[in-house]
């Protein structure tokens, strides 16, 4: 397993290069822009098939910078400046554990000072080159894919928020017994809770430029499902406790033909530490792995005493398929909404299965779910009566006589 990007670097390469970059976010940050380019893609050929349409909206030209505009450069600048001298003069620490240096309070005042004042000279100059004595109204065309940016940063900030509530929720024992470390963690994140909150506020952004929402979603559900698996590979290449249950059963003779890993892994070097985890119920036992101590990996040296299902690995493969089906209908899917509402039910089957096969919290109710299993079951039920609806409603219209 990969912990950060420089572990992956030196399997590959054998060359050390200390980056502050852990691996799921690396991934995560692929997932997003992968993402983001398939959506717009999508969103232009909506535009040029005029199912949706650019807007006219008014900008206010030649104006000064304002008051919120020069506090926010001040604030944004300060951060940047702080944070950032910090990670320069003591770049080893950062390395070592970026997580905690990033939400620690140390930093450079002076450093947070000049870059703010930078920041704020910058704008200002800027400013000064468009600034007119009279500022004057204009209406600007915004194509939807334009927005694609916005759309993917609203997805983003909203999205880990509700991943964080989701999954402090199904974990409540957690975050009660530390709820700081729980709430400002970079780990610990819910798919489901991120697609729910996500989805309110893009729907929400979008209907202020007057998009379609039927065909906005529909533009996004490859994309997501796509997201979704590229995230994956994030969760098994850094061991980040996302895997299966135990399996010591012995390799079927079908699979043969693949790595013995496929079948079931110790996830060795995972990104989890022995002390967190050792005699968790959750996340299994680890065990040290020999000769590890004091090389590059240190102090990632343990792995999970039994194997188990690699879930990412076939959460991976099953979003891969899925956005290839889902790629090759969606011109053919004529009914707006359909395309997003089949997104669902595939989404929804495809994680029901692997929850199992995969560690998780259970409720006790119904002999004991998973927060997952209700979730994906409501969106394979959503999205079947939804796709029903728009069937039989689309034919009716089409029926009617004019």
């Not at 691996?23 to 909506?46: D, M, N, P, Q, Y």
Request: positive net charge; aromatic residues 14%.
């Amino acid at each position: 397993m990969y912990p950060t990007i420089s572990h992956l670097i030196y399997d590959l390469l054998g060359v050390k290069i200390p980056l502050p970059i852990q691996t799921f976010g690396f991934w995560v940050a692929v997932s997003f822009i992968v993402s983001a380019w398939v959506i717009a893609k999508e969103l232009k050929r909506k535009e040029l098939e005029r199912k949706i349409f650019p807007v006219k909206i008014k900008n206010i030209i030649g104006k000064k910078l304002s008051n919120l505009e020069i506090l926010s450069g001040i604030i944004f600048g300060f951060f940047i400046g702080f944070k950032g001298f910090e990670a320069l003069t003591h770049y080893s620490e950062l390395v070592e554990n970026p997580q905690q240096f990033i939400l620690s309070s140390r930093g450079s005042i002076i450093g947070g000072i000049l870059i703010s004042l930078l920041s704020v000279f910058l704008r200002w100059k800027e400013n000064k080159k468009t600034r007119l004595e009279n500022p004057k109204e204009e209406e600007k065309i915004v194509h939807p894919y334009e927005l694609m940016g916005n759309m993917t940063l609203i997805a983003a900030i909203s999205g880990i928020l509700g991943a964080k509530i989701f999954h402090n929720l199904e974990n409540f024992d957690d975050f009660i017994a530390d709820p700081i470390s729980q709430l400002f963690s970079f780990t610990g994140l819910t798919f489901y809770g991120g697609l729910i909150t996500g989805a309110i506020a893009v729907i929400i952004y979008a209907r202020k430029y007057k998009i379609n929402i039927k065909h906005l979603v529909d533009c996004f559900a490859p994309g997501l499902i796509l997201a979704y698996g590229i995230g994956r590979i994030g969760c098994h290449m850094s061991g980040d406790g996302d895997w299966g249950i135990e399996n010591i059963k012995p390799k079927p003779e079908w699979m043969n033909i693949f790595p013995d890993w496929i079948w079931s892994y110790n996830y060795p070097n995972n990104v989890l530490t022995y002390n967190e985890n050792q005699g968790s119920v959750v996340f299994g036992k680890m065990s040290e792995i020999p000769n590890c101590s004091g090389t590059f990996f240190d102090p990632y040296c343990y792995q999970l005493t039994n194997p188990v299902y690699p879930t990412p690995l076939y959460e991976v493969i099953m979003s891969l398929l899925i956005f290839a089906l889902l790629w090759k209908i969606r011109k053919k899917i004529t009914i707006p909404g359909c395309l997003f509402f089949i997104y669902l039910i595939f989404n929804g089957l495809e994680r029901f299965l692997i929850e199992k096969i995969r560690v998780n919290n259970e409720y006790d109710i119904l002999g004991g779910v998973t927060q997952a299993e209700i979730i994906s079951f409501i969106l394979i039920i959503t999205g079947i009566s939804a796709v029903f609806y728009l069937f039989f409603s689309n034919k009716s219209k089409k029926n009617k006589p004019t």
